[in-house]
């Protein structure tokens, strides 16, 4: 049974900083690209960063989102995402998913999800 499951995720001021892990079991990371979406109260799911198999490429979707950055531990089978000068505008439901395709950003291009964590950003 596969399983993301996404830490880390809380309560920081403006300007902070969390470290999100996504640790996965039943499949290997190391063969999926992987990435982070997140989804504000009343607002559409949004692509954050996305990493690929090998982790020698990143992407984002819109510069605003390069603050953020993702890696991977494939020894550990877990991803991450390093979220720095936070903002209340961040406050959202992070999620990390898993698919087989590279650089991609929408939602329905990913095959496996976490359940999320939540990350509230005040000022």
């Known amino acids: 049974q596969v399983q993301l499951v996404e830490s880390g995720g809380g309560s920081v001021q403006a300007g902070g900083s969390l470290r999100l892990s996504c640790a996965a079991s039943?499949?290997?990371?190391?063969?999926?690209?992987m990435a982070w979406f997140r989804q504000a109260p009343g607002k559409e799911r949004e692509f954050v960063r996305g990493?690929?198999?090998?982790?020698?490429?990143?992407w984002y979707a819109d510069s605003e989102k390069a603050r953020f950055t993702i890696y991977r531990d494939n020894a550990k089978n877990t991803v991450y995402l390093q979220t720095n000068s936070l903002k209340p505008e961040d406050t959202a439901v992070y999620y990390c998913?898993?698919?087989?395709?590279?650089?991609?950003?929408?939602?329905?291009?990913?095959?496996?999800w976490g359940q999320g964590t939540q990350v509230t950003v005040s000022l």
């Open positions: 039943g499949l290997a990371v190391s063969i999926y690209s």
């Open positions: 998913a898993a698919g087989s395709l590279n650089r991609a950003t929408e939602g329905d291009s990913y095959d496996y």
């Open positions: 990493i690929s198999k090998s982790g020698s490429s990143t």
